[in-house]
C-alpha cells in the first residue's frame, strides 16, 4: 500500500500544480498560489512518505481535507466535473488513503 501512496500523492500533487497553473492562465492569480503551495506539499508529502511518518500522514490528510471542502462546496453548487469535481474526488482518495495509512502504522 505505502508504494502506490507515494506515487498517488506526488502525481496529485503534480496535477494540482497544473490545475492552478491552469487556473491562473484564466485570469486567477490566487489559483496559481493554492494550486502550487497545496501542489508542492503533496508532492513533497508523497516523496517523504514512511509507514512510521505521522506527521507527515496527518499533513496529507490534512491538505486534502482542506482540499476536498473547498472544492465539494464547489462542485455540489454547480456539479461541473471539471476542475471541481475531479479535484473533488483526488481530494476524496487522498483523504481515505492518508487515513488508511494512519491506523496501518506500526506502534511501538
Not at 513533497?44 to 490528510?61: C, F, K, Q, T
Not at 482518495?93 to 487515513?99: K, Q
Request: glycine share 14%; net charge positive.
Amino acid at each position: 500500500m505505502l508504494p502506490f501512496a507515494k506515487i498517488y500523492f506526488i502525481v496529485f500533487g503534480f496535477l494540482t500544480i497544473v490545475g492552478g497553473y491552469m487556473g491562473f492562465r484564466a485570469g486567477s492569480t490566487i489559483s496559481l498560489v493554492a494550486g502550487g503551495v497545496a501542489g508542492v506539499l503533496l508532492a513533497a508529502g508523497g516523496y517523504l512518505l514512511r509507514a512510521d511518518a505521522v506527521p507527515i500522514i496527518l499533513g496529507l490528510d490534512f491538505i486534502c481535507g482542506l482540499l476536498l471542502f473547498r472544492f465539494g462546496g464547489v462542485f455540489l453548487k454547480t456539479y461541473a466535473f471539471m476542475p471541481a469535481g475531479l479535484m473533488s474526488a483526488l481530494s476524496l482518495i487522498g483523504l481515505v488513503l492518508a487515513t488508511v495509512l494512519f491506523t496501518m502504522r506500526p506502534t511501538a
